[in-house]
């Protein structure tokens, strides 16, 4: 017991140097969270800008966001079922059946786009729901329930797609997906909103908490957090508009497709939101409860079947919407894909970004984290001009890495008592 | 089972102890018998039953998440929303409500609420789990060897705790192998051997070699 876990329950209003105790206890303790992906990402990116001036232009970023668009989406999903302390192998092979369906419902039968698209969400869905009844009722292990789906789904998509192999899409409202961006009007708008919205709900919360005679942080931290937030989104949509070309380090591209990639604020707009459902609703609070005692959870009244469910038709789901993204960034639904490999990046992705592959631990903003890191360092070795097997060697490394610290974060809670 | 009491249920190790409050906190199925509450036939198959009927437990591995912070598991499957599952959790009031309860039960050893349960010590743990078990309005609370993992200071903390929640008309169900801590608490002393009751004392003119022959069956013993 440290001096600043005592005070930070007496005083009604914490100093700073309280909160800056326990958040070093927290620390100490192992609970390093987003601390050594934020680290990292610093790294690789003055790594690749050094080595490449353009690497921090407009043009590679606006790329940066639509490659991640796709990892990024299934990543929130695999965050969802490590909370849960279970594991889903399926999502590529999700995804790109999802992405067959739409492209032969759309291209062959001629529906229409948002027909096509409800159906693919609608199929997600149910193979969500179908896993997630298998592993959580008939209590086969959510690894083999979803590697059999891994190989399975990719042999059904391969059947939907028929003999050709691959079918282009060209529909319009589909392809506007990747090859449209937000306005630079609205991106500001959009940066500027949002820093007004995170201020506002923490302020919200700490002034309430006074309110009702509840601890609170001191608005001076509160202040800082946020500063730092819009000046981020502030800085990241100012270069996606190509305002900062050729300043400083942002390196001077000739063709600029300005504003922010549709793909990135589609996946700003998921990771936000399932933020929101995990940590301040019931069934977020259950899947972290699940994630962490399972037993706990059951003896507590919680429908631990029913919310394992639930959890793996929402990562379904966010399968198929990664399966539109990638459709839209193809024009095709191909069998070229790679589903295992687009799978273990995700998962890649969202223990990188720090959560902890033994459950109950972590957070949806991993995922964009972990996205970001995957996606920078795929983005370097392109524009450094290195072979794809130099690409998979980095990867497996830094994945490597990440789940040591990982280990070693949780050797440390144990030490601490945790 | 009275208010205002605490009955120590004891007996040797596969006498049927956990079994029975197993049943009777709704983790198990009972194969027979009937469980009577307020005179009436009760019908528990999954643990809300049991907490329906005023019934709360708190089982030897405690049953709390650590990786959620007190306040959340206080409140695990009973937290204060507008709308079930989809709506938001009021963190405010639960935390407030999580605060009174901890203030009026006199449990002064938890640092902060928000402080997740695994930095907690084995006692701060104990008095979070017994204090979550005496919050929701419980007639019956039943501990199953609330002192098993504790050092010296921390039991006694755990044993004023269980006094206090008989001071507040509550029934105590304590099972324990320690009979030091049977005669400091308990008013009632209960004995399950082999899955039957052999033996029910009061704790004045009960001496503890009594309860250790039926307990033992060394001696053949009558319902008192």
């Not at chain 1, 930070?8 to 105790?21: H, K, N, Q, Y």
């Not at chain 1, 391969?158 to 506007?176: D, F, K, M, S, Y």
């Not at chain 1, 990562?315 to 070229?336: H, P, W, Y």
């Not at chain 2, 089972?1 to 079994?19: I, P």
Request: glycine share 10%.
């Amino acid at each position: 017991m440290s001096a600043a876990d005592a005070q930070l329950g007496r005083s009604p209003v914490d100093g700073i140097r309280v909160v800056a105790e326990y958040t070093w206890n927290r620390l100490r303790q192992g609970e390093l969270g987003q601390l050594p992906a934020l680290l990292g990402l610093f790294a690789i990116w003055t790594f690749f800008q050094v080595r490449q001036p353009t690497y921090l232009s407009a043009r590679n970023v606006s790329n940066l966001v639509l490659q991640i668009g796709v990892t990024g989406t299934l990543a929130v999903g695999i965050v969802l079922v490590l909370l849960l302390s279970e594991i889903d192998l399926s999502v590529g092979s999700v995804s790109i059946l999802c992405s067959a369906v739409l492209a032969r419902v759309v291209v062959d039968q001629g529906w229409s786009w948002y027909w096509g698209i409800a159906l693919m969400l609608g199929v997600g869905v149910a193979i969500g729901a179908f896993q997630g009844f298998w592993l959580a009722a008939v209590r086969v292990p959510s690894f083999v329930v979803t590697l059999a789906g891994l190989l399975g789904w990719q042999g059904v998509q391969q059947w939907v797609l028929g003999t050709t192999g691959t079918i282009n899409v060209n529909e319009p409202h589909i392809a506007a997906i990747a090859t449209t961006t937000l306005p630079a009007d609205w991106g500001w708008g959009l940066a500027i909103g949002a820093s007004a919205a995170y201020a506002g709900v923490r302020i919200q919360d700490q002034l309430r908490r006074r309110h009702v005679g509840l601890q609170a942080k001191p608005l001076v931290v509160v202040a800082v957090r946020t500063a730092l937030v819009a000046a981020l989104s502030l800085l990241v949509v100012a270069v996606l508009n190509g305002d900062l070309n050729g300043v400083w380090v942002f390196g001077k591209t000739i063709y600029i497709n300005r504003g922010v990639p549709t793909p990135g604020v589609i996946l700003l707009g998921l990771v936000v939101f399932f933020a929101w459902l995990t940590t301040r609703t019931q069934l977020g609070r259950y899947t972290y409860a699940i994630g962490g005692s399972p037993e706990a959870a059951r003896r507590a009244g919680i429908n631990v079947t029913a919310i394992r469910i639930t959890v793996f038709s929402l990562c379904a789901l966010l399968a198929s919407i990664a399966g539109l993204i990638q459709t839209s960034r193809l024009a095709a639904a191909s069998q070229a894909i790679e589903p295992g490999q687009v799978t273990l990046e995700a998962i890649a992705a969202a223990v990188i970004g720090g959560t902890s592959l033994f459950g109950g631990r972590g957070n949806v903003w991993s995922a964009l984290l972990g996205a970001v890191v995957i996606g920078s360092v795929a983005n370097g070795l392109d524009l450094d001009g290195q072979q794809p097997y130099v690409k998979l060697i980095v990867e497996g490394a830094i994945l490597l890495l990440f789940v040591t610290i990982d280990a070693f974060a949780r050797r440390g809670r144990r030490r601490s008592g945790a | 089972m009275y208010g205002g009491e605490v009955v120590a249920l004891v007996g040797d190790n596969g006498a049927g102890k956990s079994t029975l409050i197993k049943c009777v906190s709704g983790a198990h199925l009972p194969d027979t018998g009937t469980i009577l509450v307020d005179g009436a036939v009760a019908k528990i198959r999954v643990p809300s039953d049991a907490t329906h009927l005023g019934i709360e437990t708190v089982y030897q591995d405690l049953a709390l998440c650590d990786n959620l912070d007190v306040v959340a598991n206080m409140f695990l499957g009973r937290e204060d929303t507008p709308l079930a599952l989809l709506g938001p959790i009021e963190e405010l009031a639960m935390e407030k409500r999580s605060l009174e309860v901890l203030d009026t039960l006199h449990v002064t050893t938890i640092p902060s609420v928000r402080q997740r349960v695994a930095s907690l010590s084995g006692g701060q743990r104990q008095s979070v789990a017994i204090s979550r078990a005496a919050m929701w309005k419980a007639k019956v609370v039943i501990l199953d060897e609330p002192t098993a993992a504790l050092g010296v200071a921390q039991t006694e903390q755990v044993l004023a705790l269980i006094r206090r929640l008989r001071d507040r008309g509550l029934g105590v169900v304590v099972i324990t192998h320690n009979l030091h801590e049977v005669f400091e608490i308990a008013d009632r002393i209960v004995v399950l051997r082999l899955g039957r009751r052999v033996a029910t004392f009061a704790h004045d003119g009960t001496s503890p070699e009594d309860v250790v022959a039926a307990i033992t069956g060394a001696r053949a013993q009558v319902e008192s």
